[in-house]
């Protein structure tokens, strides 16, 4: 059982470059989220899923993307890289028979804009 | 606006201490209150959590303290161990069905338990 999968753990991007950033869940969650973490800031929720099809924005949503074709993947999509999103991004998961609060995270995708 | 603070930003104790974090919350909406613990190189995962009904929770060696007319709220880690040393973050989070994976965070606490 795999969890919380995301790729790439590691990537450097070039101002104005764009990238997607890969979630999937095995857990069969309805809920899925990307958090970014910065240092002092701890996480802040960017966008979240409450299932296929739906979306919604979060705390700092501003030049990010999301879609939600399955119930397993949740990709993150950044269309014009800034270097005020260099960041630790991490995607969570969470189901309806849970407490609200009770995230399973993924181990994180390390970015870094030049 | 940062809706969770949490205090102090980095603790250092001794191997069999008491350590303790604090965190207040703005919201009187928030209905559940978890703690995470992130080790380097890791995504955080809960540790131990809380509702608003109940003043204290004890699982093993970490404690919640929990205090609704003040808002606040904190985690007591006795018996502290070096393998206690992480990042941990205090959590706020609503009821119903629109909070799930929605998670107002404080800003972390570096805790090094030295042997």
């Known amino acids: 059982n795999a969890g919380v999968t995301q790729t790439p753990k590691f990537q450097v991007l070039k101002t104005g470059q764009s990238m997607t950033l890969q979630c999937a869940q095995d857990?069969?969650?309805?809920?899925m989220s990307w958090y970014r973490q910065d240092p002092g800031m701890g996480l802040r929720l960017i966008h979240y899923?409450?299932?296929?099809?739906?979306?919604d924005q979060g705390e700092v949503p501003n030049g990010y993307n999301v879609s939600r074709s399955t119930t397993e993947d949740f990709p993150l999509r950044l269309l014009s890289a800034a270097p005020s999103q260099t960041s630790v991004y991490f995607c969570?998961?969470?189901?309806?028979?849970?407490?609200?609060?009770?995230?399973?995270f993924g181990e994180g995708s390390r970015l870094t804009v030049l | 606006q940062q809706q969770v603070k949490q205090s102090p930003q980095s603790l250092i104790v001794q191997k069999g201490g008491i350590s303790i974090i604090n965190c207040a919350y703005e919201?009187?909406?928030?209905?559940?209150f978890p703690w995470y613990q992130q080790f380097p190189g890791k995504g955080p995962a809960l540790l131990i959590a809380?509702?608003?009904?109940?003043s204290e929770k004890k699982e093993g060696r970490f404690t919640i303290s929990f205090n609704k007319s003040a808002k606040q709220f904190s985690l007591h880690i006795m018996d502290s161990q070096p393998g206690d040393s992480a990042t941990y973050f205090c959590?706020?989070?609503?009821?119903?069905?629109?909070?799930?994976?929605?998670?107002?965070f404080g800003q972390g606490t570096i805790l090094t338990v030295h042997p």
């Open positions: 969570a998961s969470s189901w309806q028979g849970a407490n609200t609060g009770e995230l399973f």
């Open positions: 857990m069969n969650h309805e809920y």
């Open positions: 899923s409450v299932g296929a099809g739906i979306t």
């Open positions: 919201n009187t909406a928030f209905d559940y």
């Open positions: 809380i509702r608003p009904d109940v």
């Open positions: 959590a706020a989070s609503g009821a119903g069905g629109t909070s799930y994976g929605k998670l107002t």
